[in-house]
């Protein structure tokens, strides 16, 4: 079995023979390109005379197929068929992609991990967003291959004369106007197992979860399922859920292809979350498609995305301000006196203490006063 070296070499070399006769002429060439968290993988790039752009196909996945025991013919069948049908017109307008009138309403924006994308983010304007980084590039479209972009570097944005700044919000401004998808996890099975829906007796409906009255863990993204981490950006989508997960809520980074949401309970334990996250990561999202180790809270008072970390110290700060608040309060309210209230039962009790001695200083004067003679009824003196 050959290695990848090997395998390399053999696909460049054969690749032609599999394709149809007007790529007789083509160039076949092997280049190292850095992608996602800095991971450099080998692009196949064939390309023809009369073009002057041509999609890259990387052979890291083709090998791992091999390996697995799959014909090599099959591969190399399969690569030719993914050239084929991305086959770009003839004499690529190139100014679809450096003329700014003509990309800025396909501009789309990407979320990327910023520590892990050092080498990749050296060239390219990027916004940071916590400890991840905002990237942004032109959607060329797409068919049955997939779709195509072209990544925004430092060079071209001085083409469009831009600053990131207003890159990143033309950006957020198509963002909103694409179709940014928030569906619950069992909706989510549902589309991959039933893409014609459910039929009566199917056997497989059973492995569904049951429908939750309020579902546990929704699952944030686009339509494409690629690059859907960057909902995260729009507001709006953001505030919906918000209003509709009543107030804060968790992100649990699933990938940079989609995010997982989840009411906030507080029951969570933020680090059994993230070790839940990094243990996904390492098990099941291919190197280059993972977005981070951490977990993630929206503050609906402040309406931004921040790590949870932060958020708990947040959160700890304006509990500590409602104390402070509440305590001032209690201080500032008038005493009793002040607000006409009774005396206390203190008082009260050393008044009646005095109330014997009062009665007999009234008996006494009572006694030392004068009494006149009692003057006739009106009746006696008519007798």
Avoid: W
């Avoid at 009369?50 to 791992?64: K, R």
């Avoid at 991990?113 to 916004?127: F, I, R, S, V």
């Avoid at 859907?228 to 107030?247: C, F, H, N, P, Q």
């Amino acid at each position: 079995m050959m290695d990848f070296e090997e395998f390399k070499a053999s696909v460049a070399d054969q690749i032609k023979d599999y394709l149809p006769e007007k790529y007789a002429d083509a160039t076949v060439d092997l280049q190292n390109v850095t992608k996602n968290n800095d991971i450099v993988l080998t692009g196949l790039l064939i390309r023809n005379e009369d073009s002057n752009i041509a999609p890259n196909i990387y052979l890291e996945n083709f090998f791992a197929q091999y390996q697995d025991g799959e014909d090599l013919g099959d591969i190399l069948q399969h690569i030719a068929d993914i050239r084929v049908n991305h086959e770009m017109e003839q004499g690529f307008d190139v100014s679809k992609i450096t003329d700014f009138d003509q990309v800025k309403d396909h501009i789309i924006c990407k979320l990327v991990n910023a520590e892990m994308n050092a080498d990749y983010l050296a060239d390219k304007p990027h916004t940071l967003v916590e400890d991840l980084a905002v990237v942004y590039a032109v959607d060329l479209g797409g068919g049955e291959g997939g779709r195509m972009s072209a990544p925004i570097t430092n060079n071209l944005m001085e083409q469009y004369g831009v600053t990131t700044q207003e890159l990143h919000d033309i950006a957020l401004q198509n963002l909103s106007e694409s179709q940014i998808e928030f569906k619950t996890m069992r909706d989510v099975l549902v589309d991959m197992m039933f893409p014609d829906g459910i039929q009566e007796g199917d056997p497989r409906a059973f492995m569904l979860p049951p429908e939750e009255e309020n579902p546990s863990m929704y699952v944030l993204s686009n339509a494409d399922k690629l690059n859907g981490a960057a909902a995260l950006l729009d507001a709006k989508t953001m505030e919906d859920i918000s209003e509709k997960l009543g107030g804060d809520f968790v992100v649990l980074p699933s990938s940079i292809h989609e995010t997982i949401v989840l009411p906030l309970n507080e029951d969570m334990d933020r680090h059994t979350l993230e070790a839940m996250v990094q243990d996904v990561n390492a098990g099941q999202v291919a190197p280059e498609e993972r977005l981070s180790d951490h977990v993630y809270m929206y503050d609906s008072q402040e309406k931004e995305l921040v790590l949870a970390d932060k958020m708990e110290e947040r959160q700890q700060q304006r509990t500590e301000a409602q104390k402070d608040a509440k305590e001032a309060e209690q201080a500032d309210k008038p005493g009793k006196a002040e607000r006409g209230e009774k005396k206390p039962e203190r008082e009260r009790v050393s008044m009646k203490e005095k109330l014997p001695e009062k009665k007999a200083e009234v008996a006494k004067n009572e006694a030392s006063r004068e009494h006149p003679v009692p003057s006739k009824t009106k009746e006696t003196a008519l007798g």
